[in-house]
């Protein structure tokens, strides 16, 4: 069983930054690529970032490429997310989430088969 718990998230005023933790239980963590994705109020869930599997490769969403990274600590089993110039339009519910095994796309919310409980982020204009 993988459980993710996310940590990090908090009101913050734009131009801000806050940075995201995502610790995983389990051996096998090291194995998959982990992502982290967003859901806003009255909106789907988005793809935000993802990394591979050794932290060599990331990607991300066009909206938050130059502003946010994606890096993970497979000692530590922990994937981590820096915002900075954070924008009011980030504000969401950020899930940091397991690529599932055999997937090859990162940016579809169902290439994911495990979910933490999501960390609210809120930045005020």
């Known amino acids: 069983q993988v459980q993710l718990v996310e940590s990090g998230g908090g009101l913050v005023q734009a131009g801000g930054s806050l940075r995201l933790s995502c610790a995983a239980s389990g051996r096998t963590f090291s194995s998959y690529a982990m992502g982290w994705l967003r859901q806003a109020p009255g909106k789907e869930r988005e793809f935000v970032a993802a990394?591979?599997?050794?932290?060599?490769?990331?990607y991300y969403a066009d909206s938050v490429k130059g502003r946010f990274t994606i890096s993970r600590d497979n000692a530590k089993n922990t994937v981590y997310l820096q915002m900075n110039s954070l924008k009011p339009e980030d504000t969401a519910v950020y899930y940091c989430?397991?690529?599932?095994?055999?997937?090859?796309?990162?940016?579809?919310?169902?290439?994911?088969?495990?979910w933490g409980q999501g960390t609210q982020v809120t930045v005020s204009s």
């Open positions: 990394v591979n599997w050794s932290g060599g490769s990331t």
């Open positions: 989430a397991r690529r599932r095994s055999g997937s090859y796309a990162y940016n579809r919310p169902r290439e994911y088969d495990y």
